[in-house]
């Protein structure tokens, strides 16, 4: 990403939040990415998403799959950088899958993309879902991961920004009385 400064854009757009956050994990944080102030800007998500297929060239993945809704940007322009096809992967009665007519067959590589990874649930999730329909994964790439990021699989992350978060009944935020805000999208 030559040029291109992945932290100072973070902030310039007003993605990197401080207040009392819950995340969709459940879990409680001081710190929020607000992933679509990146993703809502073209001429942001390129330089990121070329920076991710840079990384998984080599491994030569014949597909690119997200998790919807966050995801579908990035994979998509990510794809598009490796001249590859991309789906996603979304809830149908609470569970991961395929939808709309979107398959995998067992030859496929597959790259997962995520945008930001805290718990890894989402990215978890899609690596069901893949290793369901035979394919092998190629690799995860992330913009930011916030926490652990082992998924047993190469993954490379632009930004490793480690933030705290807490269980709810150990969160120093509720217990001085901090109002809390909920701006996440998936809810565990």
Request: net charge negative; glycine share 10%; hydrophobic share 45%.
């Given at each position: ?68 809704v966050g995801g579908i940007v ?114 565990a």
């Open positions: 990403m030559s040029g291109f400064d992945l932290a100072k854009a973070l902030t310039e757009r007003g993605a990197l939040l401080d207040g009392h956050f819950r995340l969709s994990s459940g879990r409680h944080s001081d710190r929020f990415i607000q992933k679509f102030r990146i993703l809502e800007e073209p001429k942001v998500v390129e330089p990121v998403a070329r920076a991710i297929a840079d990384a998984f060239r080599v491994a030569r993945p014949s597909i690119v799959v997200s998790a919807a990035l994979g998509y322009e990510v794809a598009r950088q490796l001249g590859l096809r991309a789906i996603f992967v979304e809830k149908v009665d609470g569970a991961a899958a395929l939808r709309r007519g979107f398959a995998l067959d067992p030859d496929d590589r597959v790259l997962i993309v995520e945008d930001v990874v805290t718990t890894g649930l989402s990215v978890r999730e899609v690596m069901e879902v893949v290793r369901a329909s035979g394919a092998g994964i190629a690799g995860v790439g992330a913009i930011v991961v916030r926490g652990s990021a082992d998924f047993g699989v190469p993954t490379h992350a632009l930004l490793d920004l480690p933030i705290v978060s807490y269980d709810p009944a150990e969160c120093p935020q509720c217990a001085d009385g901090v109002p809390i805000s909920d701006p996440g999208s998936r809810r």
